[in-house]
């Protein structure tokens, strides 16, 4: 059972616009959520996170909001380059101090110039 | 250079074979993991180690099992492969448990055929 959920598997942005990828999940124990970043033939890199205890994060371009009343999470990116287009995945981990990371099945994001 | 490398990067076996995938980090992190990534699955845990000589299961342990007697080492062994093992398999590492990003390789895609 998928504990973190992308349902936009893909989505395309016109460069200089805005991006929203969006992320539910379901187990309230979670308290960290991350972004990561895939390019084809490489491992995920990592983005920017939160921890639950805020609602926004800003790193430069990119930006994670949390509502945690409705269990979801967004990331912002302004302006949008085609070098950001790679696969993003969402993870959450919960406080067991083990740093387990449950993933998003990610959202493919085009950047179109 | 300091960072995490897997290999092989590209791997082709039969059902029944044993088969190795290795993973080195030359950050001495204290935690790794070893991911498969699925389509409609997105990246999930198969074991993780938060020292040398302690590794743990994660949610999707079964037909794995892996070892960590140094720790930049994280080898991880599928001891009769199966079709159902086909993927691409991610070893990542973090400094510490609890909030630290981890660190991915970059991929073993192992098919089994």
């Known amino acids: 059972d998928q504990q973190v959920k992308q349902n936009s598997p893909s989505l395309s942005v016109q460069e200089g616009r805005i991006s929203i990828l969006n992320c539910d999940y379901t187990?309230?124990?979670?308290?960290?959520f991350l972004w990561y970043k895939k390019y084809p033939a490489e491992g995920p890199t990592f983005l920017i996170s939160?921890?639950?205890?805020?609602d926004k994060n800003e790193d430069g371009r990119f930006t994670v909001f949390l509502n945690k009343s409705a269990k979801h999470l967004s990331l912002h990116i302004v302006p949008s380059q085609p070098g950001d287009s790679a696969v993003y995945f969402c993870?959450?981990?919960?406080?067991?101090?083990?740093?387990?990371?449950?993933f998003g099945t990610g959202t493919r994001l085009t950047v179109i110039p | 250079d300091a960072g995490i490398t897997q290999s092989p990067r590209y791997k082709i076996t039969e059902t029944g074979r044993q088969v190795t995938l290795m993973c080195h980090q030359t950050w001495s992190h204290s935690y790794m993991f070893w991911y498969r990534q699925d389509l409609g699955h997105g990246l999930r845990l198969i074991y993780y180690?938060?020292?040398?000589?302690?590794?743990d299961k994660g949610e999707v342990p079964d037909g794995y099992v892996v070892s960590r007697s140094k720790t930049e080492n994280f080898p991880l062994t599928l001891e009769s492969a199966t079709r159902s093992q086909t993927s691409v398999y991610f070893c990542?590492?973090?400094?510490?448990?609890?909030?630290?990003?981890?660190?991915f390789g970059d991929g073993t895609r192992l098919s089994i055929l």
């Open positions: 993870a959450a981990s919960a406080p067991t101090g083990a740093n387990n990371l449950f």
């Open positions: 939160i921890s639950s205890i805020k």
């Open positions: 180690s938060a020292a040398a000589d302690i590794t």
């Open positions: 990542a590492s973090s400094e510490s448990g609890g909030v630290q990003p981890q660190h």
């Open positions: 187990n309230s124990m979670f308290d960290y």
